[in-house]
């Protein structure tokens, strides 16, 4: 109940494609949701967040978009760029609670130029 | 503004010798403190958090174990290193009084520990 399902474990894209990971969960108690960019030798650097209330929240070429019902929520990027080459981990909190996040087993992004 | 850093960056140990790890957090007071360990290619463990001075909280037993002597300082230590215990180790705060609404937690720069 306390998994975080992400997919794919590794995506290779063309610059200027759209990237699409997915992320799933079951515990219902989740109330926040962030996703984590790292590149190789660095900690994790938040990227951007959404908390239940709204379906959708953009950042630049950075998209969440949530799907309360169905558990499920994914982050698209726009545009890739080579830059954007890194490691994306999706996460979720039960904020309530001692907010010990629950992370996916992260995504392998590679942009090709 | 806060910061996190966290020494050393690399480390190369022979199996059996100790290890201290050190974490501290400027511009922000009592944090909520975390040890995570990321294997090679592989997602983040937890393995321990602190809500404050002298309270460690283990999430997976094992030979390593965690103190936080003063409020922003937090320290992972063993006594024997096993070849298992080779990963990188981050640390990770979080504002323990945030707005619902501000809530993230925010990872150091990592330590990498290599042993041999």
């Known amino acids: 109940q306390q998994q975080v399902k992400q997919s794919p474990q590794s995506l290779i894209v063309q610059k200027g494609g759209i990237s699409i990971i997915n992320c799933a969960y079951e515990?219902?108690?989740?109330?926040?949701f962030p996703w984590y960019q790292q590149f190789p030798g660095k900690g994790p650097a938040l990227l951007i967040a959404?908390?239940?209330?709204?379906s959708e929240k953009k950042e630049g070429r950075f998209t969440i978009s949530f799907n309360k019902s169905a558990k499920q929520f994914s982050l698209h990027i726009m545009d890739s760029q080579p830059g954007d080459s890194a490691t994306y981990f999706c996460?979720?909190?039960?904020?309530?609670?001692?907010?010990?996040?629950?992370f996916g087993r992260g995504t392998s992004l590679i942009v090709h130029p | 503004s806060q910061t996190i850093h966290q020494w050393p960056a690399t480390l190369v140990q022979p199996v059996g010798s100790p290890l201290s790890l050190e974490c501290t957090v400027e511009?922000?007071?009592?944090?909520?403190l975390y040890w995570y360990r990321q294997a090679a290619g592989r997602g983040l463990q937890l393995l321990f958090y602190?809500?404050?001075?002298?309270?460690i909280s283990s999430e997976v037993p094992q030979n390593l174990s965690a103190s936080r002597p003063q409020d922003r300082q937090f320290i992972l230590s063993s006594k024997k290193l096993l070849l298992s215990d080779s990963g990188f180790y981050l640390c990770?705060?979080?504002?323990?009084?945030?707005?619902?609404?501000?809530?993230?937690?925010?990872f150091g720069p990592g330590t990498r520990l290599t042993v041999l």
């Open positions: 602190s809500v404050g001075i002298g309270q």
């Open positions: 511009g922000t007071s009592n944090p909520n």
């Open positions: 959404i908390r239940p209330d709204v």
């Open positions: 996460a979720a909190v039960a904020s309530g609670g001692s907010y010990i996040p629950t």
């Open positions: 515990n219902t108690a989740f109330d926040y």
């Open positions: 990770a705060w979080r504002a323990s009084g945030g707005l619902r609404r501000t809530d993230t937690q925010y």
